[in-house]
C-alpha cells in the first residue's frame, strides 16, 4: 500500500486549501481512510476520518465546520478540504489507510501512512 499526500501549501489566515491523498492501485478501497496532523512539537492528532463507502465522516473538534473529508473509489482518492483555516492549523497533514472500513480516531486503526504534506498558515 502507498499513499500520496499532496495539495499542502502556504496560506494566510481565512484562506482554503484542498488535499489529496491517492492510494496505489492495489490498495483497497473498502477501508476507512483517515487525515492525522503533526505541528511541531506536538503529538500526532486526529483530523478526519470518512469510511469505506464515504457514508460516515468523523472530524476532530478543532476542525469540525470548517474541513470537509470525501473520497473517491473509483479513483482511490480522499480529500480534505479546508477552509478558514487558522494559524493553529499549521501542521504536517498525513493521510492513512484504516485497517477497517468502519471510521476510527485512533491512530492505531491505521495500517498504512503517506508521507505527510505541509500546510502553513499565516496569520
Known amino acids: 500500500v502507498q499513499l500520496q499526500a499532496s495539495g499542502g501549501g502556504l496560506v494566510q489566515a481565512g484562506g482554503s486549501l484542498r488535499l489529496s491523498c491517492a492510494a496505489s492501485k492495489r490498495t483497497s478501497s473498502n477501508n476507512a481512510m483517515g487525515w492525522f496532523r503533526q505541528a511541531p512539537g506536538k503529538e500526532r492528532?486526529?483530523?478526519?476520518?470518512?469510511?469505506?463507502?464515504?457514508?460516515?465522516?468523523?472530524?476532530?473538534d478543532s476542525v469540525k465546520g470548517r474541513f470537509t473529508i470525501n473520497r473517491d473509489r473509483t479513483r482511490?482518492?480522499?480529500?480534505?478540504?479546508?477552509?478558514?483555516?487558522?494559524?493553529?492549523?499549521?501542521?504536517?497533514?498525513?493521510?492513512?489507510?484504516?485497517?477497517?472500513?468502519?471510521?476510527?480516531?485512533?491512530?492505531?486503526?491505521?495500517?498504512y501512512w503517506g508521507q505527510g504534506t505541509q500546510v502553513t498558515v499565516s496569520s
Open 76 to 111: 482511490n482518492t480522499v480529500n480534505l478540504q479546508m477552509n478558514s483555516l487558522k494559524p493553529e492549523d499549521t501542521a504536517i497533514y498525513y493521510c492513512a489507510h484504516a485497517r477497517s472500513s468502519g471510521v476510527v480516531s485512533r491512530a492505531n486503526g491505521y495500517a
Open 45 to 60: 492528532e486526529f483530523v478526519a476520518a470518512i469510511s469505506w463507502n464515504g457514508g460516515s465522516t468523523i472530524y476532530a
